[in-house]
Nanobody, 127 residues
């Protein structure tokens, strides 16, 4: 089992920045592929960013590419999401997710590829 705990969300003005963190416990973090998703009220959960166990490989949704950066520190069992140039459309509950089966290597953006989820951290961007 893996437990994921997100933090770092909050209220920020448009154009501002936030850094989200997700700490994992319960199994070897370095073997997990990790993703960030978000869900706005009334909308489906959508893919944001992905990082393989090898941190050299990352992948982003078109809506955040160039503004968000995913990274990981395997020594700290933590994955990060650095978010810059935030706008109100980025307002959502942000979740980190872990893939222990390798499914995300085939479909990075599908929620079904991930078998572990955190509880989420709220990000609100005011205009």
């Amino acid at each position: 089992q893996v437990q994921l705990v997100e933090s770092g969300g909050g209220l920020v003005q448009a154009g501002g920045s936030l850094r989200l963190s997700c700490v994992a416990s319960g199994r070897t973090f370095s073997n997990l592929h990790m993703g960030w998703f978000r869900q706005a009220p009334g909308k489906e959960r959508e893919f944001v960013a992905y990082i393989m166990w090898n941190p050299a490989y990352t992948y982003y949704s078109d809506s955040v590419k160039g503004r968000f950066t995913i990274s990981r520190d395997n020594a700290k069992n933590t994955v990060y999401l650095e978010m810059n140039s935030l706008n109100p459309d980025d307002t959502a509950l942000y979740y980190c997710a872990g893939d222990s089966r390798g499914s995300s290597m085939i479909s990075k953006s599908s929620t079904r590829s991930y078998d572990y989820w955190g509880q989420g951290t709220q990000v609100t961007v005011s205009s």
